[in-house]
């Protein structure tokens, strides 16, 4: 069997001229055709080419190699991690006797092992396992003579399948297999180098805030739903729910009962603590709330859903304060990182998202080789699996979600804040893509224009990028001149 066989890539440019590596988009007519990059040429499956070397990879178009590690290692081993046990298998360099091992995920077992390993062969230990963050990672990189090497779960996987078409697993079965990766293929996998101290705090903070922003929108919705059940006028009254606002006055009204037995003096009074000092809005709710009806006056219906609603208020409530105060130290450390103010001045960014993308880049220029590295880690690039006449292209499963969430957010931001953006939006919307479809599309371009500007550390300039566009002539600026509106 013959592997693919790709033609070496011409030199592409962005639509400002300026030149980017090869992006590898495929030459099919999807949702991402006609944009970015030059469409990749192919050489049919079926034509019979030389086969590759075993340390060269291939990379849609560009063929990659990757050096094997030159360090020395004095063993090898393959850990499969557990909730309370890791399973181990130890292979001493230029021996082919393997040794199995389970130690518990204490610290202090996990350091007593650690440490007869290092008195027991000295010098540096290769340790293959699946993950790259987590506390049996986090415990091992305390050591200075341990090289992490993360290997993705669906590869052992798949590795296991290979020799065992029953799905039979054990667990030191898996550390082995880890470990038998990491010796027949060191050239495909990357030592974990973790970043600096501050950037991971960063990756992490904005990470955790971002899941406490999904909880205040179920929370939001749970209480939404069970004020239906009992005090729907409350939701009349409250444009935004995820407010301390509205947390305040259901803890302190929450049911209609009691609201309507309240003087207006009270709630005026109310009101005014929380900033609401427009007459008119005070007044509406005034009067609504002494016209307001009841849903039902059953106290089995009333009862539990006011217990339920105080509950969730006093969740909510919490997230909140915990969001704010999540913001306030994401907003002290961001500014001290050096390239923050690449990020900063982005349409669409502001204070939330603009970390999240310095995170998403990170500080270490050498971990993206090319734009399309980061296009396809991040989830943003599709996919197209072919298998005779058969062709299917769809987004990739196997992805940071965070990652992808941040650039879709983010690109989502731009389309009213950029006028380049808003076009090639509104022109992906014309060819028949979805809203998301054309979001994705967007950030693909955007992944391009951002990559050359962290890697110049250049910031970006939205004029000196429409000027390009003019002087190349870009059908997408001829787009803006048709469509007046977009200005």
């Known amino acids: 069997m013959h592997p693919r066989t790709t033609n070496k890539p011409t030199q592409t440019s962005d639509d400002c001229g300026i030149s980017f590596e090869f992006a590898g988009v495929l030459a099919l007519d ?27 990879i291939y990379h849609f178009g560009r063929d990659d190699v990757k050096p094997l590690p030159t360090q020395p290692f004095t063993a090898h081993v393959g850990i499969d991690w557990a909730d309370t046990k890791h399973d181990i298998c130890l292979q001493v360099a230029g021996n082919e006797q393997r040794e199995f091992d389970c130690i518990a995920h204490q610290v202090g077992c996990i350091d007593e092992w650690a440490r007869a390993l290092h008195k027991r062969f000295g010098g540096t230990i290769a340790i293959a396992l699946e993950l790259t963050k987590g506390p049996i990672v986090y415990a091992l990189q ?23 078409p029953s799905r039979a697993k054990d667990d030191p079965t898996d550390a082995e297999l880890a470990l038998d990766l990491l010796l ?16 991971r705090t960063l990756l992490s903070l904005t990470e955790h805030r971002r899941q406490l922003v999904g909880d205040k929108t179920r929370l939001t919705n749970r209480l939404t739903n069970t004020l239906k059940q009992y005090y729907p006028q409350a939701l009349d009254w409250f444009e935004q729910r995820d407010t301390i606002l509205f947390c305040d006055f259901l803890a302190r009204w929450p049911t209609l009962a009691q609201v309507k037995r309240a003087r207006q003096a009270s709630l005026t009074a109310f009101f005014h603590a929380h900033n609401t000092r427009r007459p008119k809005v005070i007044g509406a709710r005034l009067e609504s709330i002494k016209a307001a009806v009841p849903l039902t006056e059953d106290p089995g219906v009333i009862v539990p859903c006011r217990l339920h609603a105080l509950v969730l208020v006093e ?35 502001g204070p939330h998202l603009a970390p999240r993308l310095l995170a998403a880049f990170g500080e270490d220029r050498q971990r993206f080789q090319a734009a399309d590295e980061l296009q396809k880690f991040s989830g943003i690039a599709p996919v197209t699996e072919r298998s005779g006449k058969k062709s299917w292209v769809h987004w990739r499963w196997q992805c940071p979600t965070f990652l992808r969430q941040t650039f879709v957010e983010w690109a989502g931001q731009t389309i009213n804040k950029s006028f380049w953006a808003g076009a090639f939006y509104q ?32 910031s ?17 600026l001829n787009n803006l001149t048709l469509n007046p509106q977009n200005t």
């Not at 050591?143 to 996987?157: Q, R």
């Not at 915990?322 to 306030?328: G, K, N, Y």
């Not at 992906?428 to 951002?450: N, P």
């Open 184 to 199: 027949r293929h060191p050239e495909r996998f990357t030592p974990l180098q973790p970043q600096s101290a501050a950037m």
């Open 30 to 56: 999807n949702e991402y055709s006609g944009f970015a990059v030059l469409p990749a040429h192919y050489i049919a499956f079926a034509e019979r080419k030389r086969a590759r070397p075993e340390s060269t």
């Open 142 to 164: 305390k050591y200075d003579f341990f090289v992490l090497f993360p290997i993705n779960p669906s590869t052992l996987a798949k590795y296991r399948e290979a020799f065992k």
């Open 460 to 476: 970006y300039d939205e004029s000196t990028y429409l000027n390009a566009l003019r002087k190349r002539g870009s059908p997408l």
């Open 315 to 349: 969740q909510l409530r919490v997230t909140l304060h915990v969001i704010d105060q999540f913001d306030r130290e994401i907003a002290e450390l961001a500014p001290t990182l050096p390239d923050y103010s690449l990020f900063q001045g982005l349409p669409g960014a």
């Open 427 to 458: 022109q992906q919307r014309e060819k028949g893509c979805s809203h998301q479809a054309a979001v994705r599309a967007l950030a693909f371009k955007w992944i391009r224009i951002l990559y050359r500007c962290w890697k110049t550390r250049t």
